[in-house]
């Protein structure tokens, strides 16, 4: 079966552009999820969506950052404008049904890096 | 609100040796807990876990056993291998969609 499947796996670009980073979830999950993970500040939740609903976008950390899920099968997170500060490790997660048994399935995810 | 502590790392030890890393969470109600594993360069993949009290969850040689008296999910492995090294979050789901992760703790293993 196939996993969280994101690109690009790397990312290079210059402050200042917009930046798209993609993610298809597993096939008949529900909810997908999008981490950042720092050296800095570890892994933070910044929004997450059930059934194509964003629910919670309390840890999208400005109005630069926006994420979209237009179907079941694939979500979008962008930045415009980039900065330096935004250089990370994107994750994107997705998980079955609801209930607090389940895990979260991760991406391999994006590797971002703004100079 | 919920939260996860972990040891700090990196923990470094050699090859074949008994490996702890200590989780404690603080939550209200009955959390599901789990340990996820992260190899360089990789997301992070489920390693085990468990949804209620004195359930022992196991993979891998990996074990952990939810402690709801002490409030605590310590991984453990009888033998660590140098392929074990990588990074390793403890997390728990309470009543939510919503994982609650640990700091993560970096696990060094020498040959």
């Known amino acids: 079966d196939a996993g969280v499947i994101q690109s690009p796996r790397h990312e290079v670009t210059e402050m200042g552009q917009e930046v798209t980073l993609r993610c298809k979830p597993i096939?008949?999950?529900?909810?997908l999820f999008w981490y950042r993970q720092t050296m800095m500040r570890g892994l933070e939740l910044l929004i997450y969506?059930?059934?194509?609903?964003?629910?919670?976008d309390s840890g999208m950390p400005e109005d630069r950052f926006s994420a979209k899920m237009p179907n079941a099968s694939f979500s979008t997170l962008k930045i415009q404008p980039s900065e330096p500060r935004d250089s990370a490790v994107y994750f994107c997660?997705?998980?079955?049904?609801?209930?607090?048994?389940?895990?979260?399935?991760f991406g391999d995810g994006t590797r971002l890096s703004i100079l | 609100g919920d939260s996860v502590t972990q040891m700090e790392g990196p923990v470094t030890l050699s090859e074949e040796a008994f490996l702890t890393i200590n989780c404690t969470y603080t939550?209200?109600?009955?959390?599901?807990l789990f340990w996820y594993v992260q190899y360089p360069g990789e997301g992070l993949q489920l390693l085990l876990k468990?949804?209620?009290?004195?359930d022992k969850g196991s993979n891998k040689g990996f074990e952990a056993t939810y402690r709801k008296e002490t409030t605590s999910f310590h991984l453990e492995k009888g033998s660590v291998q140098v392929s074990d090294s990588a990074v390793y979050f403890c997390?728990?789901?309470?009543?939510?969609?919503?994982?609650?992760f640990g700091g993560g703790t970096r696990l060094m293993v020498k040959p």
């Open positions: 096939s008949g999950h529900n909810s």
């Open positions: 997660a997705s998980r079955g049904e609801q209930g607090r048994n389940q895990p979260q399935h």
């Open positions: 997390a728990l789901n309470n009543a939510g969609n919503m994982l609650t």
């Open positions: 939550a209200t109600g009955y959390p599901s």
């Open positions: 969506f059930n059934n194509n609903v964003p629910i919670d």
């Open positions: 468990a949804t209620k009290a004195d």
